[in-house]
């Protein structure tokens, strides 16, 4: 029955639009987790643990050994738009680290329990602080909310536990806890691999021994081998790829290449994928973008593309694909949700990749038919 006349406009509750506008970020466990590790990177840990109940939708708990958070900054820690990582405009544009809105522990201590443990190298003793809707929250009925005093290493916790209890919507477009944990296992992998010099752990509350582990200071090609099989370890090829030189516009420019290096539309890649010897059913596409896991359904189908001339029809490979360009060239402003980038030159920038992986994967054959023929 549509309404006789206009109905009366209401302001919405603060408290719904931080919730719903959290719902937005945080989607499911394995994307909360994305935003803690990242921060976990953004530290400088070389250990990141991660420990999970139910999938991480009753608890999602990550360890790490970084730089840890000071005690000062608790109270503002979980306020929208906090952030050390960009204070002016400019900052936007030459940000190296991962996230630069300060909108991801905003947005959990809004559809969740948050508590953080920090301590500094200088500090004596760890903080622990909880948070609720942005802001401190008391731990126990009768406490004050302000940080306490506790034991604690080097380096910050952070505890998420009943995520969306207060979204109902957002809690019941959860799959099962095995398959929120195969996704979280999923992203803790893939940054793993990209960063094959930090150890991660990943386990289930309870149990005795991790889902996945890798050790610190390790390389690629071994993170790769160690967690995504020895069947593709070992077929494993490689090659680095970056922007064609620019030519000098003057001649008489003496400056020492600086200019080259100031350029925006630089960029350099590198892959490690399978050669024509595995054939898998489907795809494995690891693509970061500066350090961020990350979709570009445009680079995905090129790089199939170049698979189609050499496997067979129906098998896939395995492809990881780690790009770098000049932030000033890529969209920050893209909302961090928006996990499919798009970036300056993005057609001449996978036309190189693509050839650039045919060349190696051609050469390869053709050595392989040598082999054979000596
Ligand atoms: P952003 O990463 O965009 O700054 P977040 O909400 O993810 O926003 O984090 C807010 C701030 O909290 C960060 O800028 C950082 O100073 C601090 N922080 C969060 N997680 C950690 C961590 N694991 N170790 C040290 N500092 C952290
Ligand atoms: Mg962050």
Same mark, same amino acid.
């Given at each position: 029955q549509p309404p006789s006349g206009p109905l009366p406009i209401r302001r919405l509750q603060e408290a719904l639009i931080n919730r719903i506008a959290a719902g937005e970020i945080i989607h499911r466990p394995a994307s909360a987790l994305k935003e803690l590790i990242e921060n976990c990177l953004d530290a400088g840990s070389t250990s990141i643990r991660i420990t999970l109940k139910d999938g991480g939708m009753k608890l999602l708990q990550i360890q790490d050994n970084g730089c840890g958070i000071r005690k000062n900054d608790l109270p503002i820690l979980?306020?929208?738009?906090?952030?050390?990582? $960009?204070?002016?405009?400019?900052?936007l544009s030459h940000l190296?680290?991962?996230?630069? =809105?300060?909108e991801a522990l905003a947005s959990m201590s809004h559809v969740a329990h948050l508590t953080v443990v920090t301590k500094t190298k200088t500090d004596n003793c760890a903080w622990k602080a909880c948070y609720m809707d942005g802001k401190l929250t008391p731990a126990?009925?009768? $406490?004050?909310?302000d940080p306490k005093p506790c034991a604690g290493n080097d380096g910050t916790t952070i505890t998420i536990e009943d995520l969306f209890y207060n979204t109902p919507t957002r809690l019941s477009a959860l799959r099962s806890s095995s398959e929120e944990y195969a996704r979280i296992l999923d992203v803790v992998t893939k940054y793993a691999v990209h960063n094959p010099t930090v150890s991660f752990v990943c386990k289930k509350a309870g149990?005795?021994?991790?889902?996945l582990s890798t050790p610190s200071s390790s390389e690629t090609p071994q993170v790769i081998r160690l967690l995504y099989g020895h069947s593709i370890g070992k077929e494993l090829l490689h090659t680095t790829i970056s922007s064609p030189k620019k030519s000098r516009?003057?001649?008489?420019?003496?400056?020492?290449d600086g200019g080259e290096r100031d350029d925006p539309e630089s960029w350099i890649a590198e892959a490690h994928f399978t050669n024509a010897n595995y054939q898998a059913k489907k795809l494995v596409f690891l693509l970061f973008i500066n350090h961020r896991l990350v979709e570009s359904s445009r680079i995905k189908k090129a790089l199939e593309a170049v698979y189609n001339g050499v496997l067979p029809k129906g098998a896939s490979p395995f492809i990881y694909l780690s790009l770098l360009i000049?932030? =000033?060239?890529?969209?920050?402003?893209?909302?961090?949700?928006?996990?499919?980038v798009h970036f300056l030159n993005e057609d001449d920038i996978i036309e190189r990749i693509s050839d650039s992986l045919q060349e190696t994967l051609a050469s390869q054959n053709q050595s392989r038919v040598f082999e054979y023929q000596t």
């Open positions: 979980a306020e929208r738009f906090t952030t050390s990582k $960009l204070s002016t405009f400019s900052d190296t680290t991962y996230g630069f =809105r300060g126990k009925a009768g $406490l004050t909310p149990s005795p021994s991790p889902d516009r003057h001649e008489d420019n003496d400056e020492d000049d932030p =000033r060239s890529v969209d920050v402003n893209v909302h961090p949700t928006k996990r499919e």
